[in-house]
């Protein structure tokens, strides 16, 4: 596979990403947002491979199937089992409706490419092209942490986020080193999990998983 | 440099789109009964409709005006000048100047007005009702279309889109994710724009889920044969526009005889492929509610400024 066509499947893989981004953003129901959320993970794991085939680099390998077992098959297994056991198949609340998110969306892509163009034509690497859209998926996974009312989908726009900010790495710099990698993977897994503790107290003290409940620091 | 041979080309272009129009539509009805488990109606059942509407006498209110006479043949004509501009069978058209695709989105707009003022010409609740619906879809899916268009017009550096397809059908294959969102973009368009069904159900007869057929209903004979078929243009112009940008290859150019059979079988195996498609989505999708329809829209309209914003990146 020569240069340029991995570079073309690579560029692809990266609008693939911000696509499901979007569709994350615009998404309103539990169940199809973690499937999304593993499709992420899969498009992820696709495009560090191919990088990984491209540059000759080893330890990408390591990466992409760490990122297959962990954010392909084991958090979105976790999450499912998470949902079945809370017993929450809710349509999501948003703070401001779905067209205007999106809207939003977009300013926040244009942004994120506007600052990323000086920063590409520096690099060298063979997907600098790559870099705005990485930029971009986290912006819009902050804005999913920001719009959504409840602790599930907020915890899914954060591992979102970690998979774009996975990504920007790959892109910017071919990955990190393996260590920080593993480190970054295993957080993730234990931050997965501290959540899931966190959901059983959120709705044993407040009765619901509305993250607005918490705003009220003392009882009334 | 107009010269004979291309002319004739136009000519039998333009004959050729209003002539097939009605066989599309035909074979997208019996693919979509096939795939619904249903015997399916003959492909030339479009014609035989026509052709009774044809022969039937047109009934017309008592305070219908002008507006109300006029719009078919507005509606034919605009949809078959949009056919003689876009590059069905052939570039380098001598009728491709006249029109960039800013002013062919105009064409179809202007066939909209019409349609709309017409429903609300004779003042009945379901023609208001589906005038107001109509212009709704029709605000929301046109900077979508444009978008989709702004695409491909960035790749190819114009605005014609004679010149948009010989760019992107001579060059050297490539991946380009614009196109790719620009596609899907497009085909969410053309679903809103047809009146097709996550938006709205060609087939229906309720009249309150109606969009286009609400607009017509005041119609019979020779008008209602006349925008049927404009619908059917309208369709076909949609999908060989969806065909010319993302899928140009095997198209002749103006004067080229030889290359004309090769045109025509590619074009007609891209045709077929594509209705047999329309018929799969609207067989797996079910109709949107008619407040979901700006979701879908905003969404096609998103899909269209993220192509153009990729294609930006990508050639950073």
């Known amino acids: 596979m020569d240069q340029s066509l991995s570079s073309q499947f690579v560029n692809l893989l990266a609008a693939l990403l911000l696509l499901l981004a979007f569709a994350m953003l615009a998404q309103r129901r539990v169940l199809t947002l973690i ?4 499709w992420q993970g899969a498009a992820l ?7 990984a085939y491209a540059t000759g680099q080893g330890h990408l390998y390591y990466s992409a199937t760490l990122t297959l077992l962990l954010k392909v098959i084991l958090i979105p297994w976790i999450l499912h089992r998470l949902i079945d056991q809370l017993q929450i198949r809710w349509d999501i609340e948003t703070l401001i409706n779905i067209p205007v998110t999106m809207l939003v969306g977009i300013g926040l892509a244009i942004f994120a490419f506007a600052l990323a163009t000086p920063i590409s034509e520096m690099a060298g690497s063979l997907t600098r092209a790559t870099l705005g859209i990485a930029m971009a998926s986290v912006l819009l996974s902050f804005l999913m942490m920001i719009v959504r009312r409840k602790a599930v989908p907020q915890v899914i726009g954060f591992l979102a986020m970690e998979n774009s900010l996975f990504f920007a790495a790959t892109s910017a710099t071919y990955g990190m080193p393996l260590v920080v990698e593993l480190g970054v993977a295993l957080d993730v897994l234990v931050g997965t999990f501290i959540f899931g503790i966190f959901f059983f107290h959120i709705r044993d003290e407040f009765e619901s998983l509305d993250i607005r409940h918490m705003e009220k620091l003392k009882e009334d | 440099m107009i010269d004979a041979p291309a002319i004739a080309f136009q000519i039998l272009q333009s004959v050729f789109v209003v002539l097939a129009a009605p066989l599309l539509l035909g074979w997208a009805n019996q693919c979509r009964a096939w795939l619904q488990n249903r015997s399916a109606p003959s492909i030339l059942l479009p014609y035989y409709t026509l052709a009774k509407l044809f022969h039937k006498d047109a009934v017309i209110a008592h305070n219908a005006s002008a507006v109300f006479r006029v719009t078919p043949y507005v509606m034919f004509g605009c ?3 949009a056919a003689g501009i876009v590059p069905v069978l052939a570039t380098d058209l001598p009728f491709a100047p006249a029109a960039d695709i800013i002013a062919l989105v105009g064409v179809f707009a202007l066939a909209r007005v019409f349609s709309a003022l017409a429903a609300m010409d004779i003042g009945t609740a379901f023609g208001g009702l589906g005038a107001r619906r109509e212009m709704l879809i029709g605000f929301l899916a046109e900077p979508a279309m444009l978008m989709v268009l702004f ?4 790749i190819s550096g114009s605005t014609q889109l004679n010149t948009i397809v010989e760019t992107l059908g001579h060059r050297e294959f490539a991946i380009d994710p614009s196109l790719a969102f620009a596609a899907v973009a497009f085909l969410m ?7 097709r069904i996550p938006i709205d159900n060609p087939t229906t007869h309720l009249e309150l889920t109606m969009i286009h057929e609400a607009m017509i209903l005041e119609y019979s004979a020779r008008h209602l044969a006349l925008i049927e078929w404009a619908v059917a243009i309208k369709l076909f112009a949609y999908m060989t526009i969806g065909i010319a940008l993302f899928v140009p290859w095997g198209i002749a150019e103006a004067g080229n005889w030889g290359a004309l059979p090769l045109a025509f079988a590619a074009l007609a195996a891209k045709l077929a492929f594509a209705g047999a498609g329309l018929a799969l989505l609207e067989t797996l999708l079910a109709k949107l509610r008619l407040f ?16 153009i914003l990729t294609h930006f990146l990508a050639r950073g």
């Open chain 2, 79 to 81: 949809m078959w000048l």
């Open chain 2, 151 to 154: 695409t491909a017009a960035f």
């Open chain 1, 45 to 51: 794991t696709a495009s560090t491979l191919i990088m």
């Open chain 2, 292 to 307: 979901l329809a700006p979701e879908f829209l905003s969404t096609a309209f998103l899909l269209g400024v993220l192509g």
């Open chain 1, 35 to 38: 499937k999304l959320f593993a």
């Open chain 2, 189 to 195: 368009v053309l679903l809103a724009e047809n009146a």
